[in-house]
Nanobody
Framework: QVQLVESGGGLVQAGGSLRISCAAS???????MGWFRQAPGKEREFVAA????????YYVDSVKGRFTVSRDKRENTVYLQMNSLKPEDTAVYYC????????????????WGQGTQVTVSS
């Protein structure tokens, strides 16, 4: 059993930065971790992921160069550092677990957090 809790969201002006966190409890080892986001009226979108070892990361094109995903194995925590934020980044951000390597499909992710709201003003 895995439980995920996101935190760190909030309101920020365009061009600003936020770091959101995903704290895991239960069996966490060897799960790859992904971040997804969903804005009102829009489809859930893959954002970024990191392998269980932390050695490989991958991103959706729209956030490359601005967002960085990482994990701290000792703390069982995954982070998403978001820089140069844009209004179109506004969404609820979710973290999730998967055993599928390099998956960008939400159906491959089994455990999900409750989400944290990120709002970027212009």
């Amino acid at each position: 059993q895995v439980q995920l809790v996101e935190s760190g969201g909030g309101l920020v002006q365009a061009g600003g930065s936020l770091r959101i966190s995903c704290a895991a409890s239960g069996t966490f080892s060897k799960y790859h971790m992904g971040w997804f986001r969903q804005a009102p009226g829009k489809e859930r979108e893959f954002v970024a992921a990191v392998t269980w070892s932390g050695g490989t990361t991958y991103y959706v094109d729209s956030v490359k160069g601005r967002f960085t995903v990482s994990r701290d194995k000792r703390e069982n925590t995954v982070y998403l550092q978001m820089n140069s934020l844009k209004p179109e980044d506004t969404a609820v951000y979710y973290c999730a677990t998967t055993r599928a390597y390099s998956s960008r499909w939400h159906g491959d992710y089994g455990y999900w957090g409750q989400g944290t709201q990120v709002t970027v003003s212009s």
